[in-house]
């Protein structure tokens, strides 16, 4: 509350522009610096993939793989740090998104085709999403607790409806969105999916009371109380539109695989919140970017493709994986204490 | 307006209510997997010596069935056991957690039963209880994840890891006789498990038999569906073209097998490991890359009730001189291909 300091970033957009360079200042001021380093770490890896193979890297089939790839745990991700902006965090991402997915490809539900197997992927999201909510938002049990709760229940679920097997999806009009061709508007359909996804995310975290709201009760849920928010009914949502995310992210998941297992989803959690964090939503709350998440995803899948085409083996990924997260954020920090 | 915002929220909170409800009720019965032809993954080969002796009670102690080789694992032993009517099997709720299981196993041996059967969600762990046991007179079959120590076990009977790469890489030598530079790539399982570097081990020996095959690219999955599709797709992106694929688990070759199908490739060889069902099926109609697989047969759970059996018996085993079972017996991993897939069709698991 100095009088030297300099005027919020953000602010930019409440003074209306004058002159050409006043604008272009606003623009730059509103494209987050944090934002500008993750691109720079992207375009870094891509530097690195396109010397190493150019020509298997720099390909619009790779380019096509990588996006599908980080399509499913991209939508994941997008409900992520809604939650983690709140202050919150959902240990059961992975275990939502293995029984979604295990629910919708039994035999029972492909009888109903496309549209039961769509609709039981993401009813069952919302389901997880609805209890995770409840006993945060009303239970008053802490998140931490009621999210592990739910990853073990889920998973335990997931199995007692698979016996353990895989199954297999015979649904040809589920399938061909999988295909190598199936482009809709000229974009792979999973591709379509985590795009429209992230911008719907960052326009409800942005351009909304909502996104308002979230970001308010992840600051200071008591402030945000005493401002009239209702701080549970926004927890619930909250838990709610991951549980949902995480529908979405199995019917993708099915369509990449073509099958559902107990096992899918294995660890999504550590990943969703990891690309969070890297891009900048803070963990305890109060800040997040959608933008930040999914540069965060993009980053994370590009090195594994990288990795893989380079033919390195997983203990190499793994050491590689830890450094360069390191790395990504120190930079990070380092350009937004310089700016 | 707050009353009006209240009044709203009531009414949707009731249509979001009553959907939720209808939409719970319409998913329970979504839940069933039955699909009718529900055929247990198992074997149809006769017992051993069929003629009924001595009553045997078998405790029988395995992980949590949470994939479809382990599952196959439990119905074998089960549908074995039921062939003898001299045989009555006590099974426990399988389970990962090694203090859980080697409680489970605690109460077999309290309940004193003749023989146990136990495959240890990790044998190292599990040595000690299996010492306990054999101390207490109860002879002990260790299946397939080896106990520290043979003192823990009478017998031990369990898959070659290392055979499975041998015979993978073998067969597909053979295959690629005469073609010069052949390329070949592996797909690999968990690299965490000691299981996965013996069979990379063994392929790669077999490999060095044929000077015109080189192995150019190799990367792990984790024997999940989503993990096979993810790295398939990076190898085929990586490798424009080879000859051969060898890939380490069936499990994960759906995954693999997707990911080929979405590339559109079909020029090369895919052999696939383990022996699910699908594989054998894809195998017989012979219209897609894979082209064989090489077994870790699941079946060796039936033949440990029939070891249980001999030893509670005190019998051989029919076929061989010695009038004990042997102390331990690895099972060969054999190549299923389009020649004899309809022999081993029974035993492949879902």
Known sequence: MTQHVSPPRGSADKVPSVSESSAWRGMFARADVRTLSLLGVLAVLVLIGGITKPDEFLDTRNLQLVLTQASVIGVVTVGMTFVITSGGIDLSVGAIVALASVWATTVATQEYGFAGILFTAVIVGVGCGLVNGLLIAYGAMVPFIATLAMLASARGLALQITDGSTQVVTVNSVLDLGERDAYVLGIPPLVLVFAVVTIIGWLVLNRTTFGRRTVAVGGNAEA????????????????????????????????????????????????????AIIGGTLLSGGRGTITGSVLGVLIFTTITNIFALNNLQSDVQQIAKGAIIVAAVLVQRRTASTT | MPQHTNRFTSRRGLLFGTAAVGAGALLAGCTSNDSGDDEPAANDQPAASDSPGKPVTIGFAGPQADHGWLNAINDNAKNRAKKYSDVTLEITEGS??????????????????DVLVVLPADGKALTQVGLRAMRAGIPVVNLDRIFNTPQAYRCWIGGDNYGMGLNAGHYIGQKLKGKSNAKVIELAGLDNLELTKQRTKGFDDALKNYPNVRKVARQAAEFTVESGQAKMAQLLQAQSSFDALWNHDDDQGVGALRAIDQAGREDFLMVGGAGALSAFQAIKQDNGVLKATVLYPPTMAASAIDLARALGQSKGIGGLAEFEIPASLTLYSAVVDKTNVDQYMSTGFK
């Open chain 1, 224 to 275: 945000a109380r005493l401002a009239g928010i209702d701080v549970r009914r926004q927890r619930l949502y909250l838990y709610l539109l991951s549980g949902l995310c995480c529908g979405i992210a199995a019917f993708l998941l099915i369509i990449l695989s073509g099958s559902g297992q107990n096992t899918n989803g294995n660890l999504y959690e550590l990943d969703a919140i990891a690309a």
């Open chain 2, 96 to 113: 990962n957690d090694t203090a859980q299981q080697i409680g489970q196993i605690e109460t077999l041996i309290n309940k004193k039963v």
